[in-house]
């Protein structure tokens, strides 16, 4: 038999053969599926399921903390299991507080909108009074959270900004920082079904749009887009961007018109290019002296984009660095000099090459998702600051013009995410992790998350339960069949939390007596009445759940980003306080950070290439997404494992940086610096700068030697630093490392 299911890279009919998953199945919908898809054969049906519910031993008779991820589990019957997790929830509501909890969670465990990890225990947890949550996104926060002062939210920006067709017909020239790269494409949240950015940066380099890498690493750009590759040192492309603008100004070839009536604050940012506040004009040889790209060529490419039609694009990548929020608002700035905003194909973008939906053409549709309802406590803290929470109750922090005090988290509720892949600085982890009295885990496998918990409830994945796959940016949605009945003794979220919230008598609020079939069908209903006020009807969920697809009509006109606002920006003002774009930004000055001030800034980082200290690690660190798997998802599979060497992730690096270490390719090396230490095998390539290293994440945390990690996860060595007082962000893009043949 076979079943349709969808996941976060792509639609699969998956074959079952006697209760076994026998093999995969791509769609015909899809132009380039994802080979994502072969985890599920043999990562489903795994020895590393949770096969029942476990307490780790010493919490089980001591409540001891200390040997948290260090020590073996006992298996409990379900309803032991469920009675101490409540009697610890309730303890520490009692004695704590509610915001003494952290409902931990992270939303890529599952692509349906029922069985939603973080939505099913942010609902359960609110009917308890709430809890600590986390804000923003490991992805993107700093971009979250400076682009709305400067020129649009974050969301809408995602959704509406420039599409691969525009860019096509229209630009002539797209500079890419930070690169393209398609392999990050394969997923998309919520789910996708087309994976079509391939097609579209063919179609752009077919119709003579004539591509620009700017980054660290060659292949950050297809080979096929023909790219003029500007290998600059990682963390430094606001410095070259200065050096740009500085062209355009003192060449006079800006658009001053554009700049005095649909931007507040040139002149402040324009004293600051000419070095009139801090005696440094940002010249391209000043430039060239940071960022490693020479001077003429900085100048050269500044004229370039000033004679041509031109679309900016910066990376998710280069917001996840020491003051992220710089070359995010730097990027708007120079396109604002260019002009060009506004234009078809034309301005600028972000994290083309990040998700499989930026840059499409499908329609917009919000579909109703499961209520979380109302978090009582109205509490959050940045979401990469987890760690500095743990470790520091009570300490208040900075965080876009407010502050905030860290509670005193004595509970953990994980439900959906792996925070020992996401988060920096594991070894800082590992310490803050041991404070709370009690980490309760909702998880599948054996994964690090689970390893490091005191009470693990097996749940189940996608493949065995229903639910309905429906994205905002996806045009379609999809059935998620049932293929295998739930394994060993796993229940689903929604089971789970139904247990224990029968123990808090909150049972008939928290699933208001539905069955999973009845809660998909209330989705539906609610999404049809979200079309019926769109103009158009979706079939019924009889009818839906029959056909296993639907298609969303056709948009009628998909606008041109900020067109409206390039025509009369008077009537169509943006969602900034002067309703222009904020080249400074009256509101961010005002908060007196020192490490973000009013206007886009070259700020050193706390280490980098040609900075302070780098003799010691003279090697760029790069963390990228993997190529074989989503974060850290399915890493036991075949599927992932086949693409590491000798079972250690894979570290790319330069033949030169290669040779002077004594390495060739498919050696174990150790990659070190003051934080930490992990293992990885070495392959060479010379499509990148000498003085860079490149180790995707997602390897799971396995700490087996002392000071050793031996899977190749890169965040033993990245910083638990913010990217500034204003987001507050991961900074895991600015990290040194030296590599060494590892004998032992």
Not at 578 to 587: D, P, R
Not at 666 to 690: E, H, K, W, Y
Request: hydrophobic content about 40%.
């Amino acid at each position: 038999m076979r079943y349709q299911t969808a996941t976060q890279w792509g639609v699969y009919d998956v074959e079952v053969c006697d209760g076994k998953i026998v093999g995969l199945h791509y769609r015909k919908e899809d132009p380039a599926p994802s080979n994502i898809g072969r985890v599920l054969t043999d990562g489903v049906q795994h020895k590393l399921r949770v096969e029942r519910p476990a307490i780790r031993k010493s919490w089980l008779t001591q409540r001891d903390r200390k040997l948290r991820g260090a020590e073996p589990f006992v298996e409990v019957p379900w309803d032991e299991a469920l009675d101490l997790a409540g009697e610890a929830i309730a303890k520490v509501i009692d004695e704590y507080g509610n915001r003494s909890i952290f409902a931990g969670s992270y939303g890529w465990a599952s692509a349906g909108r029922f069985h939603h990890a973080q939505s099913q225990l942010h609902r359960f947890i609110n009917l308890l009074g709430g809890a600590t949550r986390a804000m923003n996104t490991y992805s993107t926060a700093a971009a979250q959270v400076v682009l709305p002062h400067v020129v649009a939210p974050w969301h809408q920006m995602e959704l509406e900004q420039t599409t691969w067709a525009e860019i096509t017909e229209h630009a002539e020239i797209f500079v890419a920082f930070g690169g393209i790269p398609l392999r990050n494409t394969q997923v998309a949240y919520g789910g996708i079904t087309q994976h079509e950015s391939e097609q579209g940066a063919r179609a752009a380099s077919q119709a003579g749009v004539t591509f620009i890498n700017i980054s660290p690493v060659a292949t950050d750009v297809s080979d096929w887009l023909n790219a003029q590759w500007m290998p600059c040192r990682p963390g430094t492309d606001v410095a070259l961007m200065l050096g740009m603008a500085y062209v355009l100004e003192t060449e006079d070839l800006l658009d001053r018109a554009f700049l005095d009536s649909h931007c507040a604050g040139y002149a402040q940012f324009r004293n600051y290019l000419l070095g009139r506040t801090d005696g440094m004009p940002k010249t391209p040889q000043w430039a060239f002296e940071i960022s490693d790209v020479p001077a003429l060529a900085i100048a050269a490419l500044a004229r370039q984009l000033a004679a041509h039609k031109t679309f900016l694009s910066a990376a998710w990548s280069l917001q996840r660095a020491h003051h992220g929020e710089q070359p995010y608002w730097m990027l708007v700035t120079l396109a604002s000099m260019l002009g060009q905003i506004g234009e078809p194909g034309c301005g600028f973008g972000f994290g083309y090459g990040a998700e499989g939906f930026i840059g499409s053409s499908g329609r917009r549709f919000n579909w109703a998702t499961f209520s979380k309802g109302q978090n009582p406590t109205q509490f959050a803290i940045p979401v990469a600051r987890i760690a500095d929470m743990l470790l520091h109750p009570g300490e208040t922090i900075a965080y876009d013009g407010r502050g905030i005090t860290y509670p005193n988290i004595q509970l953990i509720y994980w439900a959906g995410g792996n925070p020992f892949h996401h988060h920096q600085d594991l070894n800082r982890l590992v310490e803050a992790w041991r404070k709370p009295k009690t980490v309760i885990v909702n998880e599948p496998w054996w994964t690090p998350t689970a390893q490091w918990a005191d009470i693990v409830f097996p749940a189940t994945t996608s493949l065995e339960r229903q639910d309905i796959c429906a994205s905002s940016h996806d045009p379609f949605a999809h059935a998620m069949e049932r293929a295998l009945p739930p394994q060993h003794e796993a229940r689903s979220d929604h089971d789970i939390f139904k247990g224990l919230a029968a123990r808090f008598d909150r049972l008939k609020a928290f699933d208001l007596g539905l069955s999973e079939r009845e809660w998909l069908e209330d989705l539906w209903q609610r999404s049809a009445k979200n079309a019926h006020n769109e103009g158009f009807e979706l079939p019924s969920f009889d009818q839906f759940w029959s056909a296993k697809s639907y298609r969303l009509p056709e948009n009628t006109v998909r606008t041109t980003w900020l067109k409206a606002f390039k025509a009369n920006p008077g009537a169509h003002p943006l969602k900034t306080p002067s309703g222009k774009i904020e080249l400074f930004s009256e509101t961010i000055a005002a908060f007196g950070y020192e490490d973000c001030p009013g206007h886009a800034t070259w700020l050193e980082p706390f280490e980098r290439l040609g900075g302070e200290g780098c003799e010691r690690f003279p090697l760029h660190l790069l963390t990228p997404q993997p190529a074989h798997r989503l974060h850290s998802q399915f890493d036991h599979s075949a599927h992932s494992q086949d693409s590491k060497i000798k079972g250690k992730e894979v570290l790319t690096l330069h033949p030169a940086a290669a040779a002077v270490r004594g390495i060739g390719a498919d050696d174990i090396v150790r990659v070190f610096n003051d934080r930490g230490a992990c293992l990885a095998g070495a392959c060479l390539s010379d499509q990148m700068r000498p003085d860079v290293v490149s180790l995707p994440t997602g390897a799971w945390f396995a700490p087996q030697l002392p000071g050793l990690e031996v899977n190749g996860n890169p965040n033993v060595l990245t910083c638990d630093k913010g990217t500034s007082q204003l987001a507050q962000g991961p900074s895991s893009g600015t990290c040194l490392v030296e590599v060494e043949l590892y004998s032992e």
